[in-house]
């Protein structure tokens, strides 16, 4: 294959089209170099005297800087690009939740990291063709190049089934890429870190997702408790598992942690969020048409946060309309009243305060 090299800005359809080819992607330009000096200095200092890790898994010149994001605010940075979590959502669903986040550092070595799959955490549990698991994206902090280890992809094996291996008739394509570009790929395709036959350590800063009904590898709400949570962004606090998946997993007394601890201002969004069923003007059904609506006469450019808490409450909308069951109904509501909650509460904490009075008004 010849790898394309998309731009910064990408549209996710297209880049998610190439995975579902390829299984992986490189987008260039995504990170400035500011941010990468910066991961790459936060690198260094959590990376002082340390060994590379033992296990064969890893190749033998691997160090790893794990719960990167809790210890560097350029991570922090990188993880808040819309980009990540709509282009992950597409493969792992909504309200998915970061798995591991990590300083890649390739020493000079002997041999390139095995060939693997990163789903190997959950494949036990999921059989392969199933839905994917992981969403994985290394940033280059400094050049990949081949000489110097970059990441080997095996195009296409995301495809192959349970107990096929590669062989040394297998493509592998070393993904080279300019400090600021990240590569992706899925739970399911076959990679390894190359061999850095360089004199120089190779840095690479990866940020992996995974369902957010699955335990992801590194436990976030320790690395990154409450107090310090709550002021980061509203996505990454989502990501970190202060959002409960789909209103039902990772509660506390049945809300997202990130309501009940007031991350973002006040929360008087019940009263919208159940305006269900026989109300009036305005029940969940039409929340999201009324939304898109008020923005649009407002002028008002809908924020990212905003769209994807409307996408997700059209969807679930869209299943409560199809569905007959009583039970599936009963739980489609907790799920639609969750994604209102939060879509209330994003709004709120953008400012949106008179969009909000309004639904209430409406509602009440
Ligand atoms: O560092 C790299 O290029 C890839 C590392 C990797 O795939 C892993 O450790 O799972
Ligand atoms: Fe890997």
């Given amino acids: 294959m010849k790898l394309h090299y998309f731009e910064k800005g990408a549209p996710v359809a297209e880049v998610k089209a190439y995975i579902d080819e390829w299984g992986f992607a490189v987008v260039s330009g995504i990170a400035d170099s500011e941010t990468m000096d910066g991961i790459a200095k936060d690198m260094r200092r959590y990376s002082r005297g340390m060994q590379p890790l033992e296990l064969e898994f890893f190749g033998g010149a691997l160090i790893k800087v794990e719960g990167f994001v809790a210890k560097s605010s350029g991570m922090v940075e990188l993880l808040n690009?819309?980009?990540l979590v709509d282009l992950s959502?597409?493969?792992?669903?909504?309200?998915?939740?970061?798995?591991?986040?990590g300083g890649f550092i390739l020493q000079p070595g002997r041999r390139p990291q095995p060939l693997h799959h990163d789903d190997v955490l959950y494949s036990p549990f999921i059989p392969r063709g199933g839905p994917e698991s992981m969403v994985n994206f290394m940033f280059a902090v400094t050049d990949f190049t081949s000489e110097n280890g970059a990441?080997?992809?095996?195009?296409?094996?995301?495809?192959?089934?349970?107990?096929?291996?590669?062989?040394d008739d297998d493509e592998v394509v070393?993904?080279?890429?300019?400090?600021?570009?990240?590569?992706?790929w899925l739970g399911s395709t076959w990679h390894g870190a190359g061999l850095n036959s360089t004199a120089i350590p190779r840095l690479g800063a990866e940020i992996a997702f995974n369902c957010g009904w699955l335990r992801p590898h590194e436990a976030y709400h320790l690395l990154i408790p409450p107090g310090l949570a709550r002021d980061l962004p509203p996505r990454v606090q989502e990501v970190l598992g202060y959002k409960a998946h789909r209103g039902m997993l990772g509660c506390i007394e049945q809300r997202s942690p990130m309501?009940?601890?007031?991350?973002?201002?006040?929360?008087?969004?019940?009263?919208?969020?159940v305006a269900g069923e026989s109300q009036r003007h305005v029940d969940l059904f039409d929340l999201e048409a009324w939304v898109t609506k008020y923005f649009l006469t407002q002028n008002h450019p809908l924020s990212d946060e905003a769209r994807r808490h409307l996408k997700r409450l059209s969807e679930i909308?869209?299943?409560r309309r199809e569905t007959a069951n009583r039970a599936d109904l009963d739980m489609l509501e907790v799920v639609a009243e969750a994604q209102g909650r939060g879509l209330i509460s994003c709004l709120e904490a953008a400012g949106f305060a008179d969009a909000i009075e309004k639904l209430q008004r409406l509602t009440a």
């Avoid at 080997?152 to 590669?166: A, C, D, I, N, Q």
């Avoid at 070393?174 to 600021?180: K, L």
């Fill in 259 to 273: 309501e009940l601890f007031g991350f973002s201002k006040s929360v008087p969004v019940r009263a919208v969020a």
């Fill in 174 to 184: 070393d993904v080279e890429m300019p400090t600021g570009s990240v590569a992706i």
């Fill in 317 to 319: 909308n869209a299943s």
């Fill in 151 to 167: 990441t080997r992809m095996v195009p296409g094996s995301h495809k192959w089934p349970e107990g096929r291996l590669p062989t």
């Fill in 81 to 83: 690009d819309p980009f």
């Fill in 89 to 101: 959502e597409e493969y792992l669903g909504a309200d998915l939740l970061l798995n591991a986040s």
